[in-house]
């Protein structure tokens, strides 16, 4: 069970914006991660809970920040609640969307594991609904995405492989690359992994 600690900054900028301690596994039915946000002060700064179907639909979605909440899943495309932080006005949505993403590295590993690409397959297309940081607003993008390289690395536990994949936004033609192994990202625009308690796990 992979635990450890992200770095998130602003991708342009590079303002720090938060540590994320996260734990996550594979498991029967899928794939989960939870983690905890605190601001560089180490104030709390929010929450993720993310659970994957064995085919990396969602299937469960919690998200909090700033005292606003999404609650979400794959039904008729994708569905989410979104609340106030008053909790006095909720609303719903639904789009035929794959999944969602947002700010945190967990939504990275979870459209890797649905899109299930191979170094020799051409880009694929996929529509998500972004939930990002300070308000969890819903926004649906159109990305490509393209596994460029896979490479396996030696270390004392083993061979460790790292996938590198070309991320592009279809709407403004914006491209970046995004380095993955197992369910942890090594490097990601704005994400750097600074700690990790236990090797990446492996999905089948």
Known sequence: MPRGRYSLHDPHDHTPLAEEHFQCAPGPAGWRYVSRL???AGAPHGSVDLALD?????LRLELHAADWQVRGAALDGVTWVRTDPTGAHATEGNVRAHAFTGTSPAFLVATARLLRLTPSAPPVRVRLVALTDPVLAPRTVDQSWALLDR???????GPLTVDAYQVSDLS???QHTVHLAGDVVLSAPGIELEDLESPPSVFS
């Open 151 to 157: 490479e396996a690395h030696p270390t004392d536990n």
């Open 172 to 174: 403004t033609g914006e």
């Open 38 to 40: 605190t601001t560089p």
């Open 54 to 58: 064995e085919l990396g639909r969602p």
